[in-house]
């Protein structure tokens, strides 16, 4: 039975030592430039913005192209290109829970929408430090810990459930 066993190990050693390896290389061809956006309607005074940048090929390692000659207008708003493919909201502008807004972006004659209601936040009553000790891969130091109250419907949003184990 040893020798069995034995010969079952040569065999599984010279399969490992003799294994072939073969490079494989994978061709992603160079695809069409897509525009890439991201947006930001906020609550908070003048924090609204688009930011329109190019998509780039899988190999490339340059940074994606800005995109600095669209027009771009929130519900009929325009927002003017500043610099870095951002396009911010005029001042004095601020966002509305509740309100649904359109996004309107005209690049090289192609017209781009989007439509989406923002929801309210959840209220922040205080902000404070707390020390932690140093626990398993973090570094000691201090966090920043919140308490707020979430009035949001439940269902909607994520809420934590305190009815577990209760048994």
Known sequence: M???KNIFTIIALLF???SCKEEIKLDFPSSEK???VEAEIS???DSSYVKLTMSADYY???PYPNVSSATVTVNGVNFPYVGNGIYKAPSPYAGVT???YNLNINNNGNIYTAKSLLDPMFRVDSIFQVFKPAEGFFKAGYTINYLGFDDRPKIKYTFFNDDLDKS
């Open 43 to 45: 609550t908070e005074m």
């Open 60 to 62: 490339s390692t340059d």
């Open 34 to 36: 897509k525009l890439v």
């Open 16 to 18: 490992a030592i003799a």
């Open 98 to 100: 509740g309100t649904v």
């Open 2 to 4: 040893k020798n069995i």
